[in-house]
T-cell receptor, first 120, second 111 residues
Framework: GAVVSQHPSRVICKSGTSVKIECRSL??????MFWYRQFPKKSLMLMAT?????????EQGVEKDKFLINHASLTLSTLTVTSAHPEDSSFYIC????????????????FGPGTRLTVL | RKEVEQDPGPFNVPEGATVAFNCTYS??????FFWYRQDCRKEPKLLMS???SGNEDGRFTAQLNRASQYISLLIRDSKLSDSATYLC????????????FGTGTRLTVIP
């Protein structure tokens, strides 16, 4: 399957700081990227969907001014957690999906390895 | 009501056993169904898609029951390496972006 990377894999920061997480599709062009959050023993929850070159679509209850998403190219999307608080501590996972012309199943999403954020 | 519901388990089974998981979904218009596997502190990885006619991949069999709105995963001859959390995933409508994840079923295969 296709490869998606995330950086950093782990970050610990102080409350009030901002943290940027990068998501890259390494061997295919991702027209759509998704950002998920997973709290311990809970299911993955979609935070936002981003299409290259356009504004992200946020799920209900997710603050767009707090979780800034940029999808500037077909291989890179970034999520910035601004003014992080301890309750933002979570496992953040991105996924990427190619266009309908790609060889993989259209609905298949390839997941990055995740970023564990701990806010002190 | 949750979009997707799974029994969280845990399921503890001996090596060689057969184990089955079910997952129910609430949206009757859902079009695509998948089983993902997630190892501890790792990202989910696609295990198999679930087709209307059912499908089998080695020791794994997935089935869809649209009338009762559930999908199932059967694992035969369990291996230690099968220990993981199995996530049921549903796509709401055709072409939709959102994957709805179940909370996952934790499986531990015991030697």
């Amino acid at each position: 399957g296709a490869v998606v990377s995330q950086h950093p894999s782990r970050v610990i920061c102080k409350s009030g700081t901002s943290v940027k997480i990068e998501c890259r599709s390494l061997d295919f062009q991702a027209t759509t990227m998704f950002w998920y959050r997973q709290f311990p023993k809970k299911s993955l929850m979609l935070m936002a969907t981003s299409n290259e070159g356009s504004k992200a679509t946020y799920e209900q209850g997710v603050e767009k001014d707090k979780f800034l998403i940029n999808h500037a190219s077909l291989t890179l999307s970034t999520l910035t957690v601004t003014s992080a608080h301890p309750e933002d501590s979570s496992f953040y996972i991105c996924s990427a999906r190619g266009g309908q012309g790609e060889s993989q199943t259209y609905n298949e999403q390839f997941f990055g390895p995740g970023t564990r954020l701990t806010v002190l | 009501r949750k979009e997707v519901e799974q029994d969280p388990g845990p399921f503890n089974v001996p090596e060689g056993a057969t184990v089955a998981f079910n997952c129910t979904y609430s949206n009757s218009a859902s079009q695509s169904f998948f089983w993902y596997r997630q190892d501890c502190r790792k990202e989910p990885k696609l295990l198999m898609s679930v087709y209307s006619s059912g499908n089998e991949d080695g020791r794994f069999t997935a089935q869809l029951n649209r009338a009762s709105q559930y999908i199932s995963l059967l694992i035969r001859d369990s291996k230690l390496s099968d220990s993981a959390t199995y996530l049921c995933v549903v796509v709401g409508v055709a072409g939709a972006n959102n994957l709805f994840f179940g909370t996952g079923t934790r499986l531990t295969v015991i030697p």
